[in-house]
Each structure stands twice: as structure tokens, then as C-alpha cells.
Nanobody, 114 residues
Framework: QVQFVESGGGLVQSGGSLRLSCAAS????????MSWYRQAPGKERELVAS????????SYADSGKGRFTISRDNTKNTVYLQMNSLKPEDTAVYYC???????WGQGTQVTVSS
């Protein structure tokens, strides 16, 4: 069963940093692109960042370019999202998932206060 368990969210002041983690299981992690998504209250879920199976290629939504860094550790079946210079508009529930499919995890709440 494909599963994703996100952690690392919390409450942080504007300008602060957080590092999110996502543990994946139920599939051969090192074979798949992984992505982070987020959903703010009243808004649709949106793609934040993606990373290739080897970690050699990354891509970001404009909202996170220059502030967010996605990485992965294929020995630990884990993908990370380092978020710096956080803004109140980054407040959302953050999820990870492989674009190839799988159930959504519970997500991790990120709240940025002004």
C-alpha cells in the first residue's frame, strides 16, 4: 500500500524557516519523481516543488523559487522541503506525493504569523 507521512510543520513567524519531511512506503521510492503540494484554506491544492528520482533535477512553483529547496534521501525513502523566508501567504497544509499516484497523506500544517 502506497503511503506518505508528512511531518515538520508548525507555527513560525514571518521570515522564519521550517524543514518538512515526508516518509514514503509501499513502492520503490528511488524510481519515482516526488512532489510537495500545499492547500491553503478556501483554495485548491497546488504544486510547490518536484524532484527527479535521483535528485538531480528540481523544479519549483514561482511562489517558492529562491526560498524553498526540495531534496531527497533514497536510502531513507524520504523527501524534504526546506522553507526559508516564510511569508503569511505560505500558510497551508503541506502534502507530499508521487505524481504517479497514491493516496494523499494527512499533511502537515504550516502557519506563518505576520
Amino acid at each position: 500500500q502506497v503511503q506518505f507521512v508528512e511531518s515538520g510543520g508548525g507555527l513560525v513567524q514571518s521570515g522564519g524557516s521550517l524543514r518538512l519531511s515526508c516518509a514514503a512506503s509501499g513502492f520503490t521510492f528511488s524510481n519515482y519523481v516526488m512532489s510537495w503540494y500545499r492547500q491553503a484554506p478556501g483554495k485548491e491544492r497546488e504544486l510547490v516543488a518536484s524532484i527527479s528520482s535521483t535528485g538531480g533535477t528540481t523544479s519549483y512553483a514561482d511562489s517558492g523559487k529562491g526560498r524553498f529547496t526540495i531534496s531527497r534521501d533514497n536510502t531513507k525513502n524520504t523527501v524534504y522541503l526546506q522553507m526559508n523566508s516564510l511569508k503569511p501567504e505560505d500558510t497551508a497544509v503541506y502534502y507530499c506525493r508521487r505524481p504517479a499516484g497514491g493516496s494523499w497523506g494527512q499533511g502537515t500544517q504550516v502557519t506563518v504569523s505576520s
